[in-house]
């Protein structure tokens, strides 16, 4: 059995209530204030205050400031108290949604610290489709749910650092959203892509990760990792390729895939 998780402060928390109320994509207007409100059950685990700079101004503004630092920090301290409450192999999994991907250096920071792997990260519709905060923008209406576990095996294919990996992932993400009747956007691609890099750098990290070293430094070292992974300028580029060459695929789409499917190799490993 794991660890009772009510003994290191979790009581009430609802940790996608903190996410969403913590992370906006876009700066908030008068006339586009987008917010959710916190479930009255679950505060959020910070000061009103803190609450109100984090929800009340764009996140590229914040991601190098303290108050993402604190997120960060805090989004930690969450995941290594579910960890503790996990049987070993058994999945930790959530969804997050940002446009921008500095937004998911605090979600490997927290990984890392919980010394989890991202075993899979999964596209998902969301609820933001029918947003009109969003309608008309390259917004993404699609959440990525992130498989993590302390132990287990993965596939090695699928956890190369290289392009070819990160477009075979998100052209078969693609074309599940596809196949399931919905028509992904580029930003959708770009947010999946934002998954599939958050999913490979806790990878490389995993091993010689420091839980302990200051938080400004982990994230540096995730964006730095990230860097290495694919050149983040580019990363725009790959998710516009990947998106425009699922407009051309046909109708033999579903034909491919059991292709696919039936020439699994097996090339797990264990970890």
């Not at 999994?93 to 990260?121: G, I, K, M, Q, W």
């Not at 091993?207 to 982990?218: E, F, M, T, V």
């Not at 046909?250 to 034909?255: E, F, S």
């Amino acid at each position: 059995m794991g660890k009772d998780p009510s003994d290191a402060r979790l009581a009430g928390l609802n940790l996608r209530t903190w996410v969403e109320a913590g992370l906006p994509d876009t700066p908030a207007t008068d006339e586009t204030q987008h917010q959710r409100e916190p479930d009255a059950k679950s505060p959020l685990p910070c000061e009103p205050a803190a609450a109100d700079v984090l929800t009340g101004t764009g996140l590229h503004k914040l991601i190098k400031g303290e108050p993402v630092l604190d997120f960060a920090d805090g989004l930690a301290d969450v995941f290594r108290t579910f960890a503790l409450a996990l049987k070993p192999g058994n999945p930790f999994a959530f969804t997050y949604h940002h446009n921008e991907l500095d937004a998911y250096l605090p979600v490997a920071v927290a990984l890392l610290d919980a010394r989890l792997v991202c075993t899979a990260s999964l596209p998902c519709p969301a609820e933001m489709g029918a947003s009109i905060h969003i309608s008309g923008t390259k917004s993404s209406v699609v959440d990525t749910i992130f498989v993590c576990r302390s132990t287990g095996t993965v596939r090695k294919s699928q956890f190369l650092p290289n392009e070819d990996t990160l477009k075979k992932v998100l052209l078969w993400d693609l074309e599940q959203l596809q196949d399931a009747g919905l028509s992904p956007s580029i930003g959708d691609a770009r947010c999946l892509l934002f998954g599939h890099l958050t999913r490979l750098v806790v990878w490389q990290l995993r091993l010689n990760w420091h839980r302990d070293a200051p938080i400004h430094s982990k994230l540096e070292s995730v964006e730095r990792h990230l860097q290495q992974i694919y050149p983040l300028d580019l990363v725009d580029q790959l998710a516009n390729r990947v998106a425009s060459f699922l407009s051309n695929v046909d109708l033999l789409a579903n034909m491919r895939t059991k292709e696919r499917e039936n020439a699994y190799v097996a090339d797990t490993i264990s970890f």
